[in-house]
């Protein structure tokens, strides 16, 4: 089976200038990366005849598929269709289902077309017309020389629906794409060289045809197991007993696999369970809240936050003794504990998290240097608490003693 | 003046296959910019002799500079050095400078020097060779036929020290590069096309060496104000001139310049004037109280927050009326309404602020679809009130929200 090769070009003076930054071609990498189509290169151009050009005869003789975006809109910046035009030889005509298209679109928004817009819907005879259902520039497919060519607008989502809908069925239509299976493994509360020490006999012995992957990210390792072969089934089948193989040696760090995020699984632990959650954030500041709260359907079992940005406020909000504050100060074990107890009382909740710590850049002193934090979690006849030495940055303490909570949560309430 | 035209090659198959994502080539396209380089290409290669040979021979016919990232780990899979060597015909040779800077930056962190890493102190015999007093892999610096280039590592941190520290001092040295000033005006509350029509006349007046630049994002406008010329304070001069006719026309939407947030400014203002925040977050769950939080000193104004996330915790905890809820439902302007004034008197503050709203995907009814949110400002003897009617995306509804929720203070703030 010989290997699809894809190149990307980027097309717009905006990218280059750094006025925007190209998410697109990192993601259509994600996407055909899943499918075994090798990226072979990615390419920014600006909107100038010559390069673009260029971009376009390089690319044939690399790639077997070649996507392209931006340059679509309908000004005279735009240079994308013409030069495709050029490219391809052939003239731009009027294609009236592209016209039809995108004067409806105007008409669905109750907007006026203009002249400009209209134009939209003449495409190089050579192409293919591809509908875009949520954007006026259609997509443009060109085949020549066993080089297959799609043109797509630069904004994220009408891209990501061509990509979706038209480019990747076409893909395995057109090419015998390897089957491929991918699991993720999400871990947390473990760094990636421990982790891997902890399976490199795993590791080692997986079959040829079984590739892992980590890919490290803030306070997170995903491990991807990604098999290829000839059947779908018998892959998945390999996959999951390799995944029950390693499962024994790092179950404590797994808290999900694919597209769960942490603040999910804690939310189906809590739903399955019939349990409720609330916490007291100091030194996150409502971000813990804003993640739980960012899954759909976290009103089932989040109660509420408080944050108590001052003293006073752990005092007479969540009860905290001012004992425990003047002896202990607000960054302690004492103060995160009664905190935890506290906002459990106050939101009627089963369990309670907290948070309390210098995030910086000021505030630290030579006992409790900026990065220190307290985390607590308190449930029916328990407190559980962690101490952290983070780092300088304000935001990375923050975003990491976020991650923390969460796992503290989900190590309790598998204990309890 | 010649214009100064870059490259920046990214190398890895990491970046090729989605595994992660180039930010380097964005946030290093936007040093450029600023100092008026012309970025004309980036390409992104894999750890490949040949594309990355072809990469380097294709930059040098088109760019004066050539800035290149990635592939200078100690491993084999990383080729740039020794391509590097290869493409300028020197051999690797020891750095002794070069070696004693990666053996002191492992004592530093108390770890033992391997083999491998000491060799990360070899480099071509014809490069200058940079320190990088971040991390073990050192910047390279060759000349050759007019044109210059840059190697660097592919970990942002380092990347950009070295960029700051190394070649824009030198691109100064090298080059006549032209004296350019900016000022970003940010402004919110108004959209990109509106704030276009509203200085319309002013825009068309600027003289030719003045360019605007309409940057928008989620809920904000920046409008980049750019003067090219010869004299620096001249230019700052009429840059401000600009700045100060287009003021009255749009002061209601401006919120400050160049790296003002809206967080920041607000945070400003209530510092200022010796003022305090209290939040009530309903629908944004915590989002407005990391956006204050994350401003470093933000504990000077900023008092805390709540997130009744259930009715019965924005009567118990917040204080307003069961039968405001009973009668109005949770999202409408009496309940923001009690929302923001009972925030403001639980945290003792001068203003209290609240969201309450339908964030989606479910719980959207025909009179209160998803994306219905009411917001309030509570301050000394008055309340204002906004409701928004926004997407089906809850993300995009927590994020929108959180703008208006700011910016509503914000316009609060100045009228009282």
Redesign the interface.
Known sequence: MKTVKAEIIAIGDE?????I???N?????????LIGV?????????D?RE?ILEAFSKAEGRADIVLITGGLGPTQDDLTKPLMAEYFSCPIIEFPEAVEAVTSFFKRRGREITPLNILQGHLPSCCTYVPNEVGTAPGMWFERNNTYWMSMPGVPHEMKKLIKDFVLPKLFELFDLPVIVHQVIKTVGIGESWLSDLIRDWENALPQHIKL?Y?PSLGHVKLRLTAFGENKTSLEQEIQEQINLVFPQIKEYIYGYNEETLESAIGKLLKKSNKTLA?A?SC???????L???V????AY?????????NQ?KHS?LGVNDETLKEFGAVSEQTVKEMSAGVRK??NSDFGLASSGI?????GTESKPVGTVWIACAGNGFIETKKLQLTQD??LN?QLTAVAVLNLFRICFSRK
Chains 1, 2 share one sequence.
């Open positions: 990218l280059l200038y750094g006025q930054i190209d998410t071609s990192h993601w259509i990498s994600q996407e055909l990366d090798r990226v072979v290169r990615r390419t920014t151009v600006g100038n390069d992957a890919l916490l954030e996150t500041g409502g971000y813990v809240s804003h739980i709260t960012s759909a359907g976290s009103s989040f109660q509420g936050a408080v944050v108590p940005y001052h406020f909000i106050l939101f995030a910086g850049p000021d505030g304000r935001m923050i």
